[in-house]
């Protein structure tokens, strides 16, 4: 269960977004295009209290002359090419941060937004983030984490993004690449820090790949050329 909540300002456009997932209680909230956006999780007890809560909340800002508008993300879609809870549940190596679960997917989304193949959706909260992945002041990771609610859908990718993905990462090898480019001698792929120097290190195998692949979607008579 997912409500989001909106309400326009003269300059600026205030937010409050809670999601109940089992007995859990997450609240975003914020300005739209602004930095600064709170987070809380609760843990309610059962999934009836979280939800009884969650409509207590929205009541208050309903009260406050907050419009209850349309979740641009769905919970669910069509094609998921992965999520963050698949990889922090069973065999996730115990000693760790969860957010780890969320490292490998965030450093190709990382690439996937400097190549400008995500699709905001006109979404201003999302396009503020995304220049924020732009600029290296959050990492993919935490982008993921923390507007895609580490799901990576169909619908966050252009088309080119979309066939790339299907081909590449939906089909294995990008897991394949990013354990070769940077697991060296550690234990499992999500012992991999998040940090900008491993990026680095895994783009030009990104690059290479998507050159190739493109490549082989080119008619031979181009090739002649």
Partial sequence: MKVRLEKKNRVTTSF????VEGHSLTVHDGKIGKS???KSNKHCGTNDKAIKELNEIKQEYLSKKYIEVKVKR?????????KAKW???GDFPEELDIFQGYVHTGFYLAWIIEKDFFNPENDELLISEVEKVKNRKITGAKFFEENLDGVLLEEDLTQKGNDFTFEYYEKGEFIDDYCESLGGDLPTLYHIEDNWNNYDKLKPVLEKR???WEKS??????KRK
């Fill in 74 to 82: 769905p919970l669910e879609s069509d094609k998921v090419y992965d």
């Fill in 16 to 19: 409050i977004q809670m999601e």
């Fill in 217 to 222: 979607k080119k008619p031979k008579w181009w």
């Fill in 36 to 38: 600064g956006i709170a």
């Fill in 87 to 89: 990889h922090f549940r």
């Fill in 210 to 212: 998507f050159k190739n």
